[in-house]
């Protein structure tokens, strides 16, 4: 078993062809396949086991002192989609749904959520390059995961709060339909041709953007296996899905905190607001 996780490793995280690890391990293509699914399915019990559901009271207890300062109250997570190229396809129909206009590419996109407190708060289902951002949040969890998380903290009027996520432009027109449902998606204060910033825009786009960047470091953590780097084959969109969902979390939640320094530093006093 220890050589099937390390084997595992060299694949997910070197980028070994799985052809070269069988003759490595002296066991053969298909094996090596199994093997893989295997080690994946474990480390996801693994890691459902050791990281569950986060409360927003969790996450703003253990959350850097900044984020409230900067956005006026505690923030639940950061959203951004990030995508996988994908080999070339077959069919033109999988072709045109798999073709990434942003990327020039066939890709696998998927919606990725880091709480305020710098662990991996969501992952989608891997959704094909063409769907648009609108489409991943209203279609594919993240709206139904948000109404779902535990919700702890009260208003003055002993109301629940709002939960606060930070998205990038690409989101804006999902914002009145997370407004809906007490969530509160801010983004960048949009530009119109001929209407200059002023100050006060400036400072709460700088402001909404200096927090953002946690989830796209984030993404770049997860893109440091090279499994993920390279055009992946596709036969099954599901079981990838579960691969990529255990290599991101792996790269976060194990690596250096990305949204605090200390931990004296994230011991923030759950405040009314």
């Known amino acids: 078993m220890d050589d099937a996780f390390f084997m595992f490793w060299l694949i997910a995280k070197q980028g070994v062809d799985r052809a070269a690890a069988g003759y490595l391990f002296g066991i053969d293509p298909p094996s090596v396949g199994r093997y893989f699914i295997t080690i994946t399915c474990i480390l996801e019990d693994f890691i459902r086991r050791q990281f569950p559901v986060m409360s927003d009271e969790e996450i703003y207890l253990t959350q850097h002192l900044k984020w409230a300062a900067q956005m006026g109250q505690p923030v639940h ?3 951004d989609c990030t995508e996988v190229f994908t080999r070339g396809c077959s069919s033109g129909t999988a072709h045109a749904a798999m073709y990434s206009e942003y990327k ?3 890709t696998v996109k998927f919606l990725t959520g880091i709480a305020a407190n710098g662990m991996v708060d969501f992952i989608s289902e891997g959704i094909t390059g063409s769907t648009t951002d609108k489409k991943m949040c209203l279609e594919h969890g993240h709206l139904e995961w948000m109404k779902r998380v535990p919700t702890n903290v009260r208003t003055r009027d002993n109301k629940p709060a709002i939960k606060l996520v930070l998205a990038d432009k690409g989101f804006t027109n999902v914002v009145t339909d997370y407004l809906q449902h007490d969530i509160m998606l801010a983004t960048p204060t949009r530009k119109f041709i001929g209407v200059p910033f002023n ?3 400036v400072k709460r786009s700088r402001e909404n953007s200096n927090l953002r960047v946690h989830v796209e470091r984030a993404n770049a953590l997860a893109k440091r296996f090279k499994y993920l780097t390279s055009p992946v084959e596709i036969t099954r969109a599901d079981l990838f899905g579960r691969e990529f969902r255990v290599i991101y979390t792996l790269a976060v939640n194990f690596n250096v905190s990305l949204c605090h320094d200390s931990l004296e530093s994230c011991r923030m ?5």
């Open 199 to 201: 100050d006060a825009d």
């Open 269 to 273: 006093k759950c405040k009314e607001f």
């Open 77 to 79: 997570s950061v959203i």
């Open 104 to 106: 020039g590419h066939n």
